[in-house]
């Protein structure tokens, strides 16, 4: 369990409905993703622009991915009010062959090829990205911006966005697939 009030990453017995460990950050948890094979978590916090690598056997951030910068390096800052969002959004296609990052402020997806995360490329969305979900054959990524009332359907083969739905709500964010 991800935590934005203790900034912290907990994990839980689920049978005895207690927490077993605790892995607190220097600032708020954002969403966060764990590997197919359970050994790693990757987090996004507030106002950092990346994410955390946490090996969950030793229970400790053994790595940091900074994201790419905007138009050309400069880092896209962060919300300005609370919760402070920088970056919101990170997934591992169900293949396993890629993890996607939203840059919120920044307004892209960054795409990184699974497991040893080199980046693959920069995909510009519409304004403040803040969700994603996978099609169950992982050909296709669908992202919600939440400013901009749109939600944007890239083509993970491509790595192009192959179509945008405008109006699909007021400042949508969760989104999922049915299959």
Request: contains cysteine; glycine residues 8%; negative net charge.
């Amino acid at each position: 369990v991800g935590s934005i009030t203790w900034g912290s990453l907990n994990e839980v017995d689920t049978k005895r409905g207690k927490w077993t460990r605790q892995l607190t950050f220097d600032d708020s948890v954002r969403p966060f993703v764990l590997s197919p094979d359970g050994t790693r978590a990757y987090v996004q916090l507030n106002r950092m622009h990346g994410f955390h690598i946490v090996d969950l056997d030793a229970w400790k951030i053994v790595d940091t991915v900074e994201m790419p910068g905007v138009n050309g390096g400069e880092y896209p800052g962060h919300e300005d009010r609370y919760p402070f969002t920088c970056d919101h959004g990170i997934e591992i296609t169900p293949d396993g062959q890629h993890l996607v990052a939203l840059a919120t402020t920044g307004h892209f997806a960054a795409v990184y090829s699974y497991p040893d995360l080199s980046l693959k490329k920069v995909i510009e969305t519409d304004k403040q990205p803040s969700y994603l979900t996978f099609s169950k054959d992982s050909a296709l990524c669908y992202i919600s911006c939440r400013m901009s009332n749109t939600l944007h359907v890239i083509d993970m083969k491509t790595l192009k966005t192959i179509r945008i739905l405008k109006n699909v709500g007021a400042f949508p964010q969760r989104v999922c697939v049915d299959h």
